[in-house]
């Protein structure tokens, strides 16, 4: 299986990122993690771009805050699908990295999930995987039914609880 590329710009961003990685474990997806900057180390951040398809990523999953260049400069540099993650930071609520991300220039597309919406980003990354993987789109499967049956779990209870 191919990998997920993950990159972030540095500790802030790791309890969003957390829920990421839990998320492609739990889907036995594998993945690689990078800390790099659109700014601060802009020469690696397009080598690491430009080099994705050959070590085998399908797609790039990139967390930021405050700006939020890091999904574009990779996206720039390559043309597998690339993810950003908008992140909540010191200071920031993330939708600073939330408009900079949606409005790619023409040519340029990167994909944008909600603020903080780690497990979002893990689940497109499987899907793009499970276009031609059946064995990974059964597992997406039942990761939704899982999610449906714990929601549906906490029905009862809640109802009881409210309906008093």
Do not use: W
Request: some cysteine; proline content about 5%; overall charge negative.
């Amino acid at each position: 299986m191919k990998l997920i590329g993950i990159v972030l710009g540095g500790r802030e961003e790791l309890p969003v990122v957390q829920k990421t990685v839990d998320t492609l474990k739990e889907l036995e997806i594998p993945y690689e993690i990078h800390v790099l900057s659109a700014h601060l180390t802009p020469g690696e951040t397009a080598e690491y771009a430009r080099s994705a398809r050959g070590r085998g990523l399908a797609a790039v999953i990139a967390f930021s805050g405050m700006s939020g260049h890091v999904a574009g400069a990779i996206a720039a540099n390559t043309t597998l699908p690339v993810i950003s993650v908008p992140c909540p930071v010191q200071g920031f609520d993330g939708m600073d990295a939330l408009r900079s991300t949606v409005q790619m220039t023409e040519g340029i597309p990167v994909a944008t999930v909600g603020v903080g919406a780690g497990v979002n980003a893990a689940v497109l990354a499987a899907e793009i995987l499970a276009v031609d993987d059946l064995e990974l789109a059964q597992r997406l499967v039942d990761y939704n039914t899982n999610l449906a049956e714990t929601l549906l779990a906490q029905n009862k209870p809640i109802r009881e609880e409210l309906n008093q």
